[in-house]
């Protein structure tokens, strides 16, 4: 098997962008929770088919830019394919977002910086719905300037903290298992991170819901595990 280069633009017809490859007629689906006393792991162009366009969208949000979601997104399905033979059944998800956060923060350890790109006002408590266009899809994965410059803000084990529960839509306990640390450590990060978050916003709410509206990574949470 040879790992496709071609790498989706955010604009492309598919959710958020991502890979495409073309997969064999009749491919079958990748599921996360595997039943059955017997699996057999799925190709790698079958993962690439099914997962391509959700790694792609948390890799845009991790790195906020398309060059640098390009790069994370190839070297994801590299390490997929390298590592699917050792998969054992569980939630592939999980594990997908596991080694895209992973790999982000490697990345940020050995960059000072990374670009982000823009954001919208309620991204925090915004999730793309299956039948957005590809326009929509693609509003999903930027934000606005002041977003962008609050996030850059958060140091990255925050910044994929906040990302991964309030954007992505995970729970902490699946936060926490995403990231390899401990359930407290993903609430404190989370916690910390919001209030960053909240003081860098705070100038954009009118004076008189100020304070309302500084609360709103808050209730972007609200249902979350933990």
């Not at 071609?6 to 929770?33: F, H, K, L, M, Q």
């Not at 808050?218 to 595990?225: D, P």
Request: include cysteine; aromatic fraction near 6%.
């Amino acid at each position: 098997m040879v790992a496709s280069s071609r790498v989706a633009r955010p604009t492309d017809p598919i959710a958020g962008g991502g890979r495409e490859v073309t997969a064999a007629p009749g491919a079958a689906s990748v599921d996360g929770d595997v039943a059955g006393a017997e699996w057999t792991p799925p190709s790698w162009d079958e993962v690439v088919r099914e997962h391509s366009a959700r790694v792609y969208r948390l890799a845009y949000r991790l790195t906020g830019n398309q060059h640098d979601a390009e790069d994370l997104t190839h070297d994801v399905f590299i390490r997929v394919f390298r590592s699917l033979g050792t998969y054992r059944p569980g939630t592939f998800e999980g594990w997908l977002h596991r080694i895209t956060t992973n790999l982000f923060l490697d990345r940020m350890r050995r960059k000072q910086r990374i670009r982000f790109d823009a954001l919208a006002d309620d991204a925090a408590g915004r999730l793309p719905s299956p039948a957005r266009g590809p326009e929509q899809r693609y509003d999903d994965s930027h934000f606005d300037d002041d977003v962008q410059r609050a996030l850059d803000s958060l140091s990255p084990e925050f910044r994929a903290a906040v990302v991964l529960c309030d954007i992505e839509g995970l729970t902490y306990e699946e936060t926490a298992e995403a990231l390899g640390v401990k359930l407290g450590t993903v609430r404190s990060r989370i916690h910390r991170g919001r209030a960053i978050l909240r003081r860098e916003l705070a100038h954009r709410a009118p004076t008189s819901a100020r304070s309302r509206a500084t609360r709103l990574p808050e209730s972007a949470a609200a249902g979350h595990g933990g």
